[in-house]
């Protein structure tokens, strides 16, 4: 154990850093254009994500030609650092950058790499994932858009929801059934389906806090016709790719998390120092106190992170990642929970002009994304039990 | 001890709870939520159902009956996230009234309630803080009238009121002394609507320019005595309603998720039939059975004027707070990305039941207040 | 919805106080004799269930040869409450009067009535219940304790564990399997088991806090003989009797667990008193907050139990009872908890000479047999979910 | 920053978790539990493996590793529930010498606790408050002599360490000034061992009865520039240790409730397959989890002399109070009936993850420090 690094990781630190301080989008045109779904690419995003492939800085771990200089994961942590530091995003379409594209690369065909991944890559397309269902939501299993072979090609008719980003990507990697006789896990296949095919809509889903703007849509197919070459992978083997592709997501995902907790926190305890002195004494220790188990946890998420980071670098296995999913998103929660109540009634006003961002209390509704999205803080309670600790299942 | 609703009293829930299904949608309240309805139709049917009148004596044109039926309905109301003047006008304005008003000025002010032809609030806050020593709000003498100047936060209703109790205390003093009430005219105040979580309720800042009260609408002179005293008898009042909309919207919020947990399957299974579901569901039930069983208790030793009343108003509030707290993040946990739409009702209770938290204060200062009553702090 | 009672309620009341003043037990003889087992009658519980019988003061809403006076339950509830008020216990065998002499009653012979359940109600005969097995705690239909039919009566092997009392008791009111060939709940039945049998052995079950003293035990069965006529109700039959059994504990018991848990909080509030001006100010604030918390569940459990209490006067059910059984016990574990904190470091200090009792951290563990015996917190959840809200089983 | 134990760190470990599995298992916790055994020998062991040397400089005999592997071995007795002098003599007697005391005093006393001649312990609380300013003790100069009079509360072995370092203040001081600290032979002071909970840890009260400390045993002279600071540090070191017995005996709990659940079968199968057990267990991994990697955040900080050592320090003996609260509850509960007898080990390691709640600052007063350093509430 050790509190740093080695002097070979800091210098790779100052060279990104150094980088990083020439090229980043500006806090300007940032605010300007801002990215208004997870799968819209603004100028601004368009032109720096061509940078940092370019330059070798988009996954410093992946080779040169994917964007990357063959990075140690050591080195990817303190990049990444770097970044939530310079409070720049990596990307406004993190599940095409962090899921889509290393499926395609791992499971795709030359021309699905060429015509999907790597315009990912350079800032040119971003994706959605088509995944839950109104039927399937934490059972991907039982999703049941259909996807029939017609001809050179397969015809899509379904429907998928809290499809995020759906109204600006340019394609869906789209799990839908191909052999519906099949047992459930093993009926399933990836299609890559432009957006703009006809038989595609999208409708967006009005939301708990914004009802005027959201992430979040439905997605329906009618007769959707998408040609066989974009079929990822073999044919009904969606279920081991969902796997996989989730898996992508995984890795480095809980630094940005916890530098959020982080500066959330920081937010939390500012607006506490000034509200908690016009506090009656009990009401103040009271207050105090949730705040200050806000930051054990952040401390304690962050701590877990770098630990489970050791052991993955070490090559071992990190068991902490459905813990550091469900414990963070219900810190993340709790944080704004806490925040909301600590102004009292004020904190049922929303959106906080002075901030210039939502409130607390819609903060805190939307952070049940995070509890619910991805596989829910339950369904991670599960794999925990019995992939993890070995419990048998019931 | 007997904390089960009477015959009578559950017929009254049965029929409040009919009418506002049938008056007080979800549709209405999405539109209210909007700004595309005020919600007025649903008040005037009210009105018409004397539910402003019921605990009002039959003196001014009331039914006589108890604080325990204001309760029935606010908790109903609760439950169905009703906009309208109900929960001022006849928890606050109303008792405002009555425990620091004359005999005269009870009647005067509360038959035109009774009538539903008055709506009316109560400004006691300020800085979000209810407790009467936090009132700062000046009341000086201009001959037989008198001036209110200052500031008042979280009132409910402030724009819309007819009439407004407005609490403010004699120049240089402080503490629980030298308060006094008034009643303004709503038209009289410059009031602030704020964009809140739950637009149904309109919480309003309200500024006090140089107000003019003749001496006919005070109801305390500041400085009288036990003025403070009926004060907090007001506020236990404000306070048990609140808890009661907040455990009426809880309920609401534990049923939507049993019935989502017994038809939602996943995994080829009712979410309802996994055993830590099921727990949590459970978790949920017992707490909103405590919470509904100390808010009896509460409306009870108001309806029967116990000297438990403070007391059991603090505990009726700290437990609903617990309560929202609760069921508000696993009802909305369980059901998942359902519950995230705006087209989906969930929402409309959430935003209900986390607006009762803030008002007449949190569960953590009824916590302190209870601390205090039971000497484990210094007063 | 009302605050107090009729006047002929309370003119019950005051009968029942004025004779309890003059026939109770006092202080002294109860100290100087304690009972130290839950089936154990030292000679003034022998002499006071006599006086109580005699006096129809035993069950109130019992006819007058059984011990009553025919009282309708709202009665029985102040009558309680004066017990409680009076600190004088109505039993010191209450799975004998509160069990095992109704299921006598219900189930079985006018001998069965005259040998074990008149006894019992006269202060001569204590029991203890035979329910628990190694492998059967939750489960009782798991239970393999074997009665085997022979001869003129049964043959039992076999062992229960966590018997109350069962070194003290006369007899064991004994769930064991008379049908090894039927379903698990079909082969059940109960057998009235003198203690004195030949082959019934009892070994006392050292316990978390007083290794030397327990009222916890291991009761074993080696080829002990069981006449015929003790087989209570129909052979086979014992899944049924065990749910009217324990149906007989339920309706007041919540009564003498919500004075006890005011008492305890009573308790505590005093010794804060004594103990928060000593502490800073964020720990004093932290710890009435604890301390309030309790107060908040003691008085939220009184008003629930009264409230289920009404549902069932007015020929309701009262599905209160799983949840006032896991919410009780949890509170009162919580209050013993929050006791042992209040006393910082002082807390670990065992057996607190000036209470004359267990210290707080010893009840702390001492209460865990609230919330793991007679159905334990889980199972009672399972109940409340599946009986009571009908959520479906899993 | 790198929080995974080192292969060297490992293995230490793994050799200590297999030295204390065959020379402290649970029968002789046990023994020690009722008074029939003192667990000397065990201690013998100990010495004679050089666990006392380990962290202690090389001058002196030490084996000039780190207070990383301090607290692997304090977790390694926390998880065995081993009685013995090492937590005192090491967590506490050791770094107040060293950090109070001149470098001769370092090599006089600290040269034979790396040989295993001498044990020690630290008497710094007074009515169990751990903070410097609750030092009321008085150290008066008597000629070169100081005498040494008032008392200390729950002092780990003060009836059996051969050499305890006491905490004392000047006449006529208060707050943080004015504290000094001196070497006592243990015979020297009255000692009064209590009844606690867990037995294998030695708690005694002390008087000071004029007790005379000649110069050369004065660490630190009362008054004396960075004392405070120089105790606070050796404070730091003390509730690192006591979070790692805790956390070791957490996690030794956790790991015996999942072997339960997994053998332990109800309705006809392992109640670990019931789900709300699951998520309960998941629950207990995700805080011993947590508060280890918290712990071991800790001890690195110490281990490096970095500056977040304090806040470091508070941090994990919060989140190990945090941590003990929940294991102990639901690894008793879960564990029903044969948790709660005396036979079964449990309890062993219930009462030691208890008795760690109490010493050293419990988790509320360390969130109270935590409180002050980011400036929530005043200092």
Redesign the interface.
Known sequence: MRLTFDDTVESFRSTFRAWLGENRPSEEEMTADPAVSSAHLPGWARRWTRRMFDDGWLVPGWPPERGGRDAAPVETLVYLEELERARVPRTTNPQGLGIVAPSIFEFGTEEQVSRYAMPILRGEKSACLGMSEPGAGSDLASLSTRATAEGDGFVVNGQKVWTSGASHADFCFLFCRTDPDAPKHKGISVLLVDMDTPGVTVRPLPHITKPEQTDLNEVFFTDAVVPAANLLGQLNNGWALAGASLAHERGMVWLGTVMELESTFDRLAAEAREILPRLPAFEQAHAADQIVRCYVDVQAAKCLGYRSFAKLARGGSAPEQALMKAFCSESHRRLHLVGSELHGDGGLDVWDARRGEQAWIEQYFNSFGGTISAGTSEIQRNIIAERVLGLPRG | ??????EE?LELRDNVRGVLAAACPPSLVRSVF?GKDTGDALWEQMVGLYWPALALPERVGGLGRTF?DVTIVVEELGRAVAPGPYLATVTQFTPAVSELGSPEQADRFLAPVAAGETTGTLAV?E???WEPAAVAAVARPEGSDWVLTGSK??VLDADTADEVVVVARATDTAGIDGLGAFVVPGDELEAFP?????PTLR?CDVVLDDIEVPADRVLAEPGAGGTTQALRRVLDEATVAVAASTIGACRRIFEMT?DY??ER??????I????????R???L??IV??????L??A???IA?D?PRRREAAS?AK??AG?CQ?LVA?DG??LH??I?????YDL?LL?KRA??G???FG?A??H??E??RS????AP
């Open positions: 001890m007997d904390l089960e609703l009477s009293e909007e325990v806050a800085h979000g803080r936060s979280t704020r964009r809140v979580i739950d919480i049993l947990a017994k399957e996943q995994f080829g299974r009712p309802g039939s996994f055993q830590a579901v099921k727990h569901i459970a978790d039930y017992s059975e405590r919470s509904t069983a100390l009896y208790f409306a009870l030793t029967e116990d505990l700290a437990a617990d707290r993040e909305l946990q998942g990305g519950g995230m739409t705006w087209e929402h959430l986390k607006a938290e803030a008002l949190t953590a200062s916590r302190a209870l601390a039971l000497e484990l702090v």
